[in-house]
């Protein structure tokens, strides 16, 4: 979602400015712009579309100022116009935000009232004109800030800068995260660690209701009460800050590229050559039931653990949409375990969801790749699944450890309620060691791959069929597809068919079947036969047993390497991603950061 960024420094804070939020351009955005304090005096520049577009503006209209902000914007309240870009700015006051003001509308006839008008469509500005009245009123800026936080209602990342005030920022945060970068004389404030890693890593997370005044000389963080509040400060790995594409055209094909050794991490840490390695208290052998709850690609990874954790430990499974879960309120077990997977870890909806079950369950458990982050600081137990910094707005790489993980948890599931021997879980252990080695495998198929999407590209429609565990995965290929090709793509299981979805093929419509050769392949490969027979571009994904009885006559096949039962998904993840990858650089769209999305979004 939206990228904030702020400095009190030693040196001219602009280009500071625009290229630290060049590297939040991965969470997505439409317009961006930046303010400083110069001698005094604010001042601003705001440009519609791509960080150039703002770059070559400060180039004609220079901004000068050692303090400044700046933000990124994917518009929620009003289009993205320059008018409704931010920062905000109403007299002596200027502001950056993500999130939502729900109560904005009320906001502004209080204000209307007191004879102060809006210039913009968004609910921003009426937290920079609330500021500058309770200044009007004597208010000084800090003040003016804690008063203009007491009004507010919804989700928020706040910073602040004032006219007159060159060594003073406010920050604030509500459901949104923010953190403050420690300098030598010098502060910073980024909405994530990325943003801030050129400048320090020294970085304090601001707490749930926190506020902030911050000089140079530090910050003083208070709490949702106006208590003084001690933050811890930590370091962060730059090297795990970095965004560089390494040589790639796009980080969505670095990211796939990485998938080997991503989970050759993480399986040295889940899976050592002494067993399991999950936390102690990670104990299912009391448990009722166990809740996925997670939104876009993270759900269709909880789809696919379902299978698992049935199979595995014979425990009741239930999915949920994370923006679904808490508004039906839905009755919980004592004794459930409740899951939640995101990758950003600041997933407003899945938080939300988090909060609902943290007094209902026995226990809250956060499968993320950021461990600072919200989700992970308040969950009971956090897993992180160690895939480093995913850029690409498209989930690639997250998505298998997050499958990864998750495939962990299901095994020790089936240990502790003993629905597993040794050496079953020893076997499934086996396979999921060989998947390092096997997707390197399958990424072999890039060229192949790219010579069929040219011919995707051209549909307006693709179907995705899959069975058992494939399923999930069949909806996840669809996912992708549609995300960054922007073409038409569903994902069905195999068996639901002929209840509807097989009216829409015909000689057009190219159908991909994921289908290793496993229990379900005969059953998979009837209904593949009754697309062929209605003309349907069949796509068939399989290994050499699967492609040999069922290959001929299709449109086209992709061999894969044969994987033993149940985690074929993760590795057929690969051929999906990289089908959506080269259908969108054959179409000519921008692949990394797709129109209307965001990576990590953290409104409802």
Not at 52 to 65: R, T
Not at 301 to 324: L, N
Not at 516 to 531: A, C, G, I, W
Request: charged letters at 20%; a negative charge.
């Amino acid at each position: 979602m939206c990228g904030i960024i702020g400095v009190l420094g030693k040196h001219e804070v602009a280009p500071l400015l625009v290229e630290s939020l060049k590297r939040l351009e991965y969470r997505g955005y439409d317009s961006a712009g930046i303010a400083t304090v110069n001698n005094g005096k604010l001042d601003r520049r705001r440009a519609v579309g791509k960080l150039w577009n703002l770059s070559d503006l400060l180039v004609h209209e220079p901004l000068a100022g050692k303090s400044g902000i700046g933000h990124t914007r994917w518009a929620t309240h009003g289009a993205a116009t320059a008018v409704n870009a931010h920062p905000h700015r109403s007299g002596p006051v200027s502001v950056v935000h993500n999130g939502i003001i729900e109560n904005f509308r009320d906001l502004r006839a209080e204000l209307a009232e007191a004879g102060i008008s809006p210039e913009s469509e968004t609910d921003t500005e009426t937290v920079a004109l609330l500021t500058r009245l309770y200044m009007e009123r004597g208010m000084s800026p800090r003040e003016a800030a804690v008063e203009t936080l007491g009004r507010l209602e919804g989700a928020f990342a706040l910073l602040w800068l004032f006219d007159g005030e060159d060594d003073l920022m406010i920050a604030a945060r509500k459901g949104s995260p923010l953190a403050i970068g420690h300098g030598d004389g010098e502060m910073f404030v980024g909405s994530d660690a990325i943003a801030l890693a050129p400048m320090t890593d020294r970085i304090t997370y601001l707490e749930e209701g926190d506020y902030a005044f911050i000089t140079r000389a530090g910050a003083d963080i208070f709490d949702h009460a106006g208590r003084r509040a001690n933050r811890d400060e930590s370091r962060i790995d730059l090297g795990q800050a970095q965004v560089e594409k390494g040589g790639y055209k796009h980080f969505m094909a670095k990211e796939i590229a990485e998938q080997p050794v991503v989970l050759a991490d993480a399986l040295r840490h889940y899976l050592p050559k002494t067993g399991l390695n999950l936390p102690a208290d990670l104990d299912f052998s009391g448990v009722d039931r166990i809740t996925l709850i997670a939104c876009g690609t993270a759900h269709y990874a909880c789809a696919v653990a379902k299978y698992w954790f049935e199979q595995f430990a014979q425990i009741p499974v239930e999915i949920d949409v994370a923006s679904e879960f808490r508004y039906r309120e839905p009755p919980l077990s004592e004794r459930s375990f409740a899951v939640f997977v995101s990758q950003s870890g600041e997933t407003a909806d899945t938080l939300a969801a988090l909060r609902y079950c943290s007094e209902r369950v026995a226990k809250t458990v956060a499968v993320v790749n950021v461990p600072t982050s919200s989700i992970a600081r308040e969950a009971d137990i956090a897993l992180p699944i160690l895939a480093g910094v995913e850029v690409g707005v498209a989930s690639t790489k997250a998505f298998t450890a997050q499958l990864l993980v998750l495939a962990v948890m299901a095994l020790k599931a089936g240990n502790d309620r003993g629905t597993l021997s040794p050496e079953q879980i020893a076997a499934h252990s086996d396979t999921l060691l060989t998947l390092p080695g096997l997707m390197n495998q399958a990424l072999t198929l890039s060229e192949p791959i790219a010579r069929l999407a040219e011919q995707l590209a051209e549909a307006q429609d693709i179907l995705f069929l899959g069975r058992g565990p494939m399923f999930p995965l069949a909806l996840e290929g669809a996912l992708k597809l549609k995300e960054i090709s922007y073409i038409h793509a569903e994902g069905y299981a195999s068996g639901e068919l002929k209840h509807g979805p097989i009216a829409l093929i015909d000689r057009m419509v190219p159908v991909i079947v994921m289908a290793p050769h496993d229990r379900l392949f005969d059953k998979t490969v009837s209904n593949m036969q009754e697309v062929m027979a209605r003309h349907g571009m069949v796509l068939l994904a399989s290994d050499a047993k699967g492609l040999a009885v069922a290959g001929e006559g299709t449109w086209a096949t992709l061999q894969l390497p044969e994987i033993a039962e149940p985690f074929a998904p993760i590795l057929y993840a690969v051929p999906a991603q990289l089908l959506a990858y080269y259908t969108a650089v054959a179409k000519g769209t921008d692949v990394d950061q797709p129109r209307n999305l965001a990576k990590s979004v953290t409104v409802e």
